[in-house]
């Protein structure tokens, strides 16, 4: 799923600083956890057991697991493990943080958690979802320690189709901590490890799946806000190629995640409905009036993988995920939803990979281990499963709100200081009156009065004022 992000790596100046905190009162952000929220925290930190044959977990040690996640994160979620068999095919086995291990239910982090939905991530810092002590440490999948986990193992065929599929609660033990750049170089330098190396053959076979099934990835570039000596710049990053691969990964376990649900008949699913005919017809002749045609042969996800990465194709991508629309949650026990899959997935689905950082995980994680091991599900578990839906929904508005007003203020900052200058903009839509322009550079959208242009044409426009407090860019047609 697209995701669209401003993250700082410089330190901002003083009014963009005060800026950002303000959107923290402004959508009453929490800022650190309660008291007995660190006590339970910090007690279950040191309390859980760790050592399989003490806590009674499967001892999964001997699997070589490694993460990749972006540079400097601490709170790891994911280790897989991926190897070739004879046959062409292979093993993988991925490892999910165990979170519930550590959160008991109806407990103060349980219900602090609750009221959070998710980490909120903003430029100036990302708001936990759980104090560090267990995010960032006891239960993160660092390397070199013994942590617990739940284990996917998949057997795959020579097209990375899942054969078999099982789910353990062990202890594992990562052996290394990758970036995706240093992992993507290691790769171009041929002295990756094997995983990361299969991780190729993985990805592009899953990716081949993926269109098989009508499915699309569809992920937009990261907004990064630099210091220069002028002042701030935004950079698009596009990320490297191995992201995706990764991706497929946490796409491929969802899925079976939802499939055991889904058969079990109790759990909670991520489900969106297929975009109208009407939607479809409306995004293929905009990518006419782009000069990018999506031609009637080609897979839906063929032509979004195949956009070239320039403003006007990251403009068709801007525009793809419109397509994208009404995600929710639904949860069940006994009757199934009316609708089962996710459309961008073409195939149902769940979250379960994101404890650390997703509320509705460690439900999903506790339903498949149940369901998976033959063992009933829990009744508070259970009980609980309708709660969730509204939860993250509203998280998800928050955290989508909190995105938008945070690029916007960064926007501002960065283009302080340049009023009157003129750039050029790629024309997105029309609206009455003028129309949504993306600037090539900085890669920055807006709405710019009296514009007469097509979808896709660029013109030129010219910035008359700024203010970073109201995160507010003002710019004219030339």
Not at 85 to 109: E, K, S
Not at 232 to 254: C, F, H, K, R
Not at 286 to 296: A, K
Request: charged residues 25%.
């Amino acid at each position: 799923m697209p995701i669209r992000r401003a993250r700082l790596v410089s330190p901002a100046q003083s009014d963009l600083r005060d800026a950002l905190a303000a959107l923290r009162v402004e959508f009453d952000l929490p800022a650190d956890f309660p008291a007995d929220v660190h006590a339970e925290a910090e007690h279950a930190a040191r309390t859980v057991p760790v050592d399989p044959a003490v806590a009674g977990l499967a001892d999964l040690r001997g699997i070589p697991f490694l993460t990749i996640d972006p540079e400097g994160s601490t709170d790891l979620d994911q280790a897989l493990h991926l190897e070739r068999t004879a046959d062409g095919g292979g093993i993988l086995h991925y490892a999910i943080a165990d979170v519930p291990a550590f959160v008991t239910l109806g407990g103060a982090v349980d219900a602090e958690a609750r009221r959070r939905g998710q980490t909120i991530y903003a430029p100036d810092g990302r708001i936990p979802l759980h104090p560090a002590v267990l995010s960032e440490d006891a239960a993160s999948l660092l390397p070199d320690r013994d942590r617990r986990a739940y284990v996917w193992r998949f057997e795959l065929d020579a097209g990375a189709r899942p054969t078999s599929t099982s789910l353990t609660r062990g202890v594992v033990r990562s052996r290394a901590q990758w970036s995706y750049v240093d992992a993507q170089a290691a790769l171009e330098k041929g002295d990756a490890p094997d995983a990361i190396r299969h991780l190729v053959w993985f990805g592009e076979e899953r990716a081949r799946r993926e269109i098989e099934r009508g499915g699309a990835s569809l992920s937009l570039p990261e907004i990064r806000v630099v210091t220069t000596p002028q002042g701030y710049a935004l950079e698009a990053d596009e990320g490297v190629p191995l992201e995706d691969a990764n991706a497929q990964v946490s796409l491929l376990t969802g899925m079976a995640a939802a499939e055991i649900m889904i058969s079990g008949g109790v759990g909670i699913i991520r489900t969106m409905p297929p975009a109208s005919d009407d939607d479809v017809a409306a995004f293929r002749a905009q990518t006419i009036g782009f000069g990018l045609p999506w031609r009637e042969a080609v897979p839906y996800g063929d032509y979004l993988r195949d956009l070239p990465r320039t403003p006007v194709g990251r403009a068709v991508r801007e525009h793809a995920a419109a397509l994208f629309r009404g995600a929710g949650y639904a949860a069940f026990d006994g009757d199934l939803p009316e609708l089962t899959t996710q459309a961008a997935i073409a195939a149902p689905y769940a979250h379960v990979t994101a404890p650390l950082r997703r509320l509705v995980d460690r439900w999903a994680l506790l339903v498949c281990d149940a369901l998976a091991n033959g063992r009933p599900v829990p009744d508070d578990v259970r009980s609980s499963l309708t709660d969730l839906p509204e939860t993250m929904e509203g998280s998800a508005r928050i955290a989508s709100q909190v995105d938008a007003a945070a690029i916007e203020r960064v926007a501002a900052a960065v283009l302080t200081g340049r009023e009157g200058e003129e750039f050029d903009a790629v024309v997105l839509r029309q609206r009455e009156g003028g129309a949504r322009v993306a600037l090539t550079l900085p890669p920055l959208e807006t709405v710019v009065a009296d514009v007469d242009a097509q979808p896709g044409d660029v013109v030129r426009v010219r910035l008359v004022a700024t203010d970073v407090a109201r995160g507010k860019s003002e710019f004219v047609a030339v």
